[in-house]
């Protein structure tokens, strides 16, 4: 077996019905970490009222073809975190998932998880281990695609 074929059969799994199907890159799930080197960011800051000093950051994994990630926040001017969401679109976009949340100035966490499956959309609040998650993918975020790491 030559290389590409080995890294083909490593890369192949069966799915609940015995069909060959290729992994999800390890990324392609709903508040899993965020890759160190993997997708591209976008930062900008916002000019209108009342987001005047406020930065947009974004990180979008993936072409759509197996899969799409995008995941967005809202930081104040001091950095601190006023929006996080992620969203995960499998099946050419007709199974989506997504989570998105306001952070509040006072630690408090309001948000909403969304499954779309087709023309059925399913909404729940966030759990406290979501909450916990959109806190550290909010940090991960920043740290990754701020200004620095960023294109406009």
Not at 76 to 92: K, L
């Amino acid at each position: 077996m030559g290389n590409e074929a080995i890294l083909l059969h490593f890369a192949l799994q069966r799915d609940s019905v015995g069909r060959a199907a290729m992994t999800s890159p390890t990324w392609l799930r709903l508040l899993a970490e965020v890759p160190p080197d993997e997708g591209e960011c976008h930062a900008a800051k916002l000019e209108i009222e009342p987001f005047v000093g406020w930065q947009q950051v974004r990180l979008v994994l993936g072409d759509g073809s197996a899969g799409l990630r995008v995941l967005a926040a809202l930081y104040d001017p001091s950095g601190r975190p006023g929006m996080v969401s992620d969203v995960i679109a499998t099946s050419a976009g007709h199974r989506q998932e997504s989570i998105g949340a306001r952070l509040e100035p006072d630690g408090r966490i309001r948000g909403t998880h969304w499954l779309t499956e087709g023309d059925h959309h399913t909404p729940r609040p966030v759990t406290e281990a979501e909450q916990r998650a959109l806190r550290l993918l909010a940090d991960s975020l920043w740290q990754r695609c701020s200004s620095g790491g960023a294109t406009a």
